[in-house]
């Protein structure tokens, strides 16, 4: 009778932990400064974007980008089809940030769980980006503008990044920000328009 008792309570124990590590899960984060995609969403400044308009933060993906990660043309949801809208170039149509070439900027993130953290990296893509196709990797500079690593700690809520914005853009680009997380399989990942 004890035994069977203890086993009981060992059973709640991980039962408890499992509802809090999947409670946790269902918080992460997305770019706010310069909007991402899923922040216009959220906002309402974009309509007819599906179920990410409650959730930016849940854009959460395999990590490992860019030679792991989502696939070519879903990079911005993170292969995420449930969240295909942020894929969609709208005809090239998205709101975009002004950034000049050279400029320093500050990146901001919101979490809404504060994740172990690898590091967070900024891609750019280069000249001949077509905004009204889904994003490709041959359309991104594969190394980072910037990248921070965290050494697997927690960033506050909400976290920011200085960094100077690469040179030699024109016309309409798109900034991929990662968020790689230290103990899970998982990044997040949110896209910026930006326009030079
Ligand atoms: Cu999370």
Not at 87 to 101: E, F, K, V
Not at 158 to 167: K, L, S
Request: aromatic share 10%; charged share 10%.
């Amino acid at each position: 009778m004890r035994k069977k008792i203890s086993a009981a309570v060992i059973g709640l124990g991980v039962a408890g932990s499992f509802v809090l590590a999947t409670g946790s899960a269902s918080s992460h984060g997305y770019i706010s400064t310069p909007p991402s995609r899923q922040a216009l969403c959220a906002a309402g400044t974009v309509t007819n974007c599906g179920g990410i308009q409650y959730e930016p933060q849940s854009v959460e993906g395999p990590k490992g980008f860019p030679a792991a990660g989502p696939a070519d043309g879903t990079i911005c949801s993170g292969g995420n089809s449930r969240f295909a809208q942020l894929d969609d170039p709208r005809g090239g149509g998205w709101p975009a940030t002004h950034l000049t070439g050279g400029q320093s900027y500050t990146f901001t993130w919101k979490l809404t769980a504060q994740h172990s953290t690898t590091d967070f990296s900024y891609y750019l893509t280069k000249n001949g980006y077509d905004p009204t196709k889904p994003l490709t990797r041959s359309e991104l500079n594969t190394t980072p503008f910037l990248k921070i690593p965290y050494n697997g700690a927690q960033p506050p809520a909400t976290v920011t990044h200085q960094g100077t914005i690469p040179t030699g853009r024109t016309g309409k680009q798109l900034i991929v920000g990662v968020w790689t997380i230290a103990d899970t399989g998982n990044a997040f990942y949110a896209c910026a328009d930006v326009q030079f």
